[in-house]
């Protein structure tokens, strides 16, 4: 059985996610795609693909799930600021080295139309936050406040 | 969830003592009635409460009010006051959307009056006032304008034509937080919010055209202007992206100042810094900021409410007057004056959905209300009913001049969707309570149908009959725009 990307999970006032991924790259994009579903009626709608690489570089990283929230808020940020959702999602590099994390990330990207959005996320939280290696890859869970 | 032993004080009143955990510096004292009680400690919202009891420098106790519900870190309905000198400030104690808040507006107006315009008014106001997800709003700010707004709140609304400057007096704090330095905001909080002031958001965000239904304490009433069968508008929004990425950035600061200042917490989300700490100061300076930019922003809401009841009924806003009862914030820390123990100090006062509720006299009220105390707004849900209270001598002594916000969820969000069509909550609604309903997302409203919500007279009774709040009346919705 094909195991699932993501899936959504209950939480009593807000909502969250489940995510699985074969490496951290994979979880880290089955992260993004959790969240846009929470988001967007359609992510898999598209209007026109531009290119665009993300680059996150930060000291004062103590652990993956830091670089996760990182990740996230980047995308929830260019989603405010520019109304842009990531496509297709390819990461280069993913690294954590002496409290640094380091991201880079080739992307495609699209604009949203207002008609394909469902649920505005305010941010990402701490709350029940982790990211896991397991036998046969990777699984987390985020929580986000809506 | 861990168990503890709960001890009755009163019929609205209880305790978790401070010896129930090892690390409680105080105890855990919630309002509640028998009804309620068994709501608000589902799942692990009473570890919350006992959690922030063990934060350093907090003073009497760790408070939650009747609408307590899980939250991050810190509990929604939470209040908790920590000592200025050697107490701690948190990000998660405030929120994400800071100084959330509600705006009750009143007008000259009698329902039955207008019944036939509450249609069009209703059409009208969702099609001027910006709503929803990545909703733009009619106001562009250069990063001049931006800085101050920031530093003046509403007044900065006012003074470029938003409003009158009669507002500004029936806001809490006038309308602008002082220590507000737009320094200590990033430029990428500054980013997200420079093209969403004036936008009313989405989620449980709303503005409603209200009749009131019933007034249960007449001379309150009439001293803020209310009477029966009034039409009033209630708006809900907050500091929308601004506030979330402050918030955001300040956390990661607290996270390090934990490790810095070798404070001990039981969960990341409670991430703090002493008071007067540089980075307590600078997230106080951020916040203030971020209340400053929310009241701003539901000041030019109410612009666009003005300008839709003039355009609708052909006579200018004054003439109908459309006043302001008051402004309320739900996600704040203030450095506020508090008795303890007999000597007056200060405390910063985490509320984090709660409203502020201030005695009669008040030097912080104003003066039309020192009589009476501060109005308390009070939203409930879209199918129900909404309430106004006032703030009384007791919540002063109880709650550091505290009270509930609203009516918390009954139902998560994904529940809600699986089980309520979004479609019939709008035909019931119109069918048998001739609500109008409007929003731009449908599958929200399943999200925030009534039936996903408690019913907030269970909410407002308890604070009344704990002494901290007195209801003074009930207000219907007759239209409701959601983001």
Redesign the interface.
């Known amino acids: 059985m094909k195991k699932p990307k993501y899936r959504?999970?209950?939480?009593?006032?807000?909502?969250g996610i489940d995510f699985f991924g074969k490496d951290l790259s994979e979880s880290f994009i089955n992260a993004a795609r959790g969240m846009y579903s929470i988001?967007i009626?359609e992510p898999d709608y598209i209007l026109e693909k531009k290119e665009r690489a993300i680059e996150i570089d930060e000291k004062?990283i103590?652990c993956i799930q830091d670089l996760l929230v990182l990740w996230l808020?980047r995308l929830l940020?260019d989603?405010?600021?520019d109304?842009v959702i990531y496509c297709d999602i390819d990461i280069k590099e993913i690294r954590l080295e002496s409290g640094k994390g380091h991201m880079l990330a080739n992307c495609s990207y699209t604009g949203?139309e207002?008609r394909m959005?469902?649920?505005?996320i305010?941010?990402?939280?701490?709350?029940d936050?982790y990211i896991k290696e397991y036998p046969g890859g990777y699984k987390g869970r985020v929580?986000f406040?809506? | 969830m861990a168990r503890y032993n709960i001890e009755k004080i009163s019929d609205y009143k209880w305790q978790v003592p401070k010896d129930e955990k090892t690390g409680m510096r105080v105890p855990a004292i919630i309002f509640a009635d028998t009804r309620v009680l068994g709501e608000a400690l589902q799942g692990n919202t009473l570890d919350q409460v006992v959690n922030v009891s063990t934060l350093p420098g907090i003073i009497k106790a760790s408070l939650a009010m009747p609408d307590i519900h899980f939250g991050y870190g810190f509990p929604i309905g939470g209040v908790a006051g920590f000592s200025e000198e050697d107490g701690i400030i948190s990000p998660g104690g405030v929120g994400f959307d800071i100084s959330c808040g509600v705006r009750l507006l009143k007008t000259d107006l009698a329902y039955k009056d207008i019944r036939k315009d509450i249609e069009k008014i209703v059409y009208t106001l969702f099609s001027e006032v910006p709503t929803g997800v990545g909703s733009k709003g009619k106001i562009r700010l250069k990063e001049k304008d931006m800085d101050d707004l920031l530093y003046n709140g509403a007044g900065w609304a006012i003074s470029n034509g938003f409003g009158s400057v009669d507002d500004a007096g029936f806001i809490e704090d006038s309308g602008m937080m002082k220590q507000a330095f737009p320094e200590n905001v990033s430029a990428k909080a500054k980013t997200r919010g420079k093209d969403q002031l004036g936008t009313l958001g989405s989620g449980n965000h709303f503005l409603e055209v209200q009749r009131i239904t019933e007034i249960i304490d007449a001379k309150k009433a009439e001293t803020m202007g209310l009477f029966k069968g009034q039409v009033t508008i209630m708006i809900h929004s907050g500091s929308r992206g601004l506030g979330h990425q402050v918030c955001s950035d300040y956390i990661k600061t607290m996270l390090k100042a934990v490790s810095k200042y070798g404070i001990d917490i039981p969960d990341r989300q409670l991430a703090c810094a002493p008071i007067l700490s540089d980075e307590g100061k600078r997230y106080y300076s951020a916040m203030s900021c971020a209340a400053n930019y929310a009241m701003a922003n539901r000041q030019c809401l109410a612009h666009w409410v003005r300008d839709t009841f003039e355009k609708v009924l052909g006579i200018p806003w004054e003439r109908l007057g459309i006043g302001l009862v008051y402004d309320v914030s739900h996600n704040t820390a203030k450095i506020e004056s508090h008795v303890h123990k007999g000597k007056e100090i200060k405390i910063c006062v985490h509320r984090k959905g709660a409203t502020r509720s201030f005695a009669p006299g008040h030097k912080d009220i104003p003066q039309k209300y020192k009589g009476i105390g501060q109005p308390v707004i009070v939203p409930g849900d879209m199918g129900r009913y909404s309430f106004v209270l006032a703030g009384t001598e007791a919540s002063m002594k109880e709650t550091f001049g505290s009270t509930c916000h609203g009516a918390g969820r009954r139902l998560s969000r994904s529940k809600a969707k699986k089980i309520i069509d979004p479609n019939k909550v709008k035909k019931d609604l119109l069918k048998d309570k001739n609500i109008i309903v409007l929003s731009k997302n449908s599958s929200g409203l399943a999200e925030e149908a009534p039936q996903a919500y408690k019913d907030v007279k269970d909410i407002v009774r308890v604070v009344e009959g704990a002494g901290i709040s007195e209801i003074v009346a009930m207000l219907e919705p007759v239209g409701v725009i959601k983001g």
């Open positions: 959504i999970i209950d939480h009593p006032s807000d909502t988001m009626e004062g103590a808020e940020y989603f405010d600021t109304q949203i207002p959005v469902k649920l505005g305010k941010a990402v939280t701490y709350q936050l929580i406040d809506v």
